[in-house]
């Protein structure tokens, strides 16, 4: 079987790109008489598979068979060793019970010793086998003990990524609320999301029907990407866990950003419980018109921020009084 499934690898081989007239047709290269072959000419390409695909069949199934077979020729040469070991030391007990028959009586203890040195071996074999299956034991307990600690944690685990779960739905609410308060235009609110199982792992993407999802920065305008900048540090802070409790901005207003745009970041960021600290340019234009720092915190409540002018040559960290 091996060697007709090589042969027909083989025919197969010759026979692409060429067809099956052509070969069983051929003509001799030096005579340029014809060179007919009754079995060639019967061949077909889909013979050929059908062939290849049986022989295959035939041989896996084989293989399969002398695979079984090895595994219980196996099992019976271990019973046919244990037997004949057994056979082996019946033989032994019988010579020495016939030695001792045939020798004196103070002589006749061989069949004792040799009993004597086969209990003692067993006794060895099952000591050791013994103190095997102890250490066995002892490390199947300890294994049992670390496959429970760890289905514990496996537990916990999956208790965080559902309560993690919730973390990004509450991040992404709040992401999306602070880009629409900052006038983000440039896709759409409904197509950007935040997600937690994919390629963009907790970063604003855009999620646009029959397009590859892309990152919210390439699609998105200079000064809407510095929306979404705004918005999503602002959410880390309100939800990190381990976020230090404060945001630095400096200079949020580039890219030509809208007046309104900027009076709702400071609006918001002065409505926190935690520190934010922006550096803001005192006089500065903002979609093409000048705007002095007092105009944009003009709106907001007294004692909801504290503003500190920075005079050429001075610190920009000093004691805030009480």
């Given at each position: 079987m091996i060697n007709d499934l090589q042969d027909f690898k083989d025919i197969n081989k010759v026979s692409?790109?060429?067809?099956?007239?052509?070969?069983?047709?051929?003509?001799?290269?030096?005579?340029?008489?014809?060179?007919?072959?009754?079995?060639?000419?019967?061949?077909?390409?889909?013979?050929?598979?059908k062939s290849l695909a049986f022989l295959n069949s035939q041989k896996a199934t084989y293989q399969k068979y002398i695979k079984g077979s090895k595994k219980v020729l196996n099992r019976y040469q271990a019973t046919l060793d244990y037997y004949d070991k057994s056979i082996a030391l019946k033989r032994g007990q019988i010579d020495s019970l016939h030695k001792d028959l045939e020798s004196a009586k103070a002589m006749s203890y061989r069949s004792e010793f040799q009993m004597l040195a086969e209990r003692k071996q067993r006794k060895?074999?099952?000591?050791?086998?013994?103190?095997?299956?102890?250490?066995?034991?002892?490390?199947?307990?300890?294994?049992?003990?670390e496959f429970y600690e760890l289905v514990e944690e496996e537990k916990r685990l999956k208790n965080l990524v559902s309560s993690d779960e919730d973390k990004i739905r509450v991040?992404?609410?709040?992401?999306?609320?602070?880009?629409?308060?900052?006038?983000?235009?440039?896709?759409?609110?409904?197509?950007?999301?935040?997600?937690?199982?994919?390629?963009?792992?907790?970063?604003?993407?855009?999620?646009?029907?029959?397009?590859?999802?892309?990152y919210i920065r390439y699609v998105s305008s200079a000064s809407d990407f510095v929306r979404s900048i705004w918005a999503y540090y602002i959410a880390l802070l309100l939800n990190g866990v381990r976020h230090p409790g404060f945001l630095v901005m400096d200079e949020p207003g580039q890219h030509q950003m809208r007046v309104d745009s900027m009076k709702s970041l400071l609006k918001t960021c002065s409505s926190l419980s935690c520190q934010t600290i922006i550096a803001i340019s005192q006089d500065r234009k903002y979609d093409q018109e000048n705007v002095n720092i007092h105009d944009l915190v003009?709106?907001?409540?007294?004692?909801?921020?504290?503003?500190?002018?920075?005079?050429?040559?001075s610190g920009c960290i000093a004691r805030l009084d009480n």
């Open positions: 692409i790109g060429r067809g099956w007239n052509r070969i069983s047709s051929a003509h001799c290269p030096v005579c340029d008489s014809e060179v007919s072959n009754l079995e060639d000419s019967r061949l077909t390409d889909s013979s050929i598979k060895i074999e099952l000591e050791t086998f013994d103190l095997y299956l102890r250490r066995v034991k002892e490390d199947l307990i300890s294994l049992s003990h991040f992404k609410s709040d992401f999306k609320i602070l880009l629409e308060s900052f006038g983000y235009r440039s896709n759409g609110l409904d197509n950007v999301d935040i997600k937690g199982k994919d390629a963009h792992r907790l970063f604003p993407s855009v999620y646009i029907s029959g397009q590859e999802p892309q003009s709106e907001l409540e007294e004692g909801t921020f504290k503003l500190m002018h920075i005079d050429d040559g």
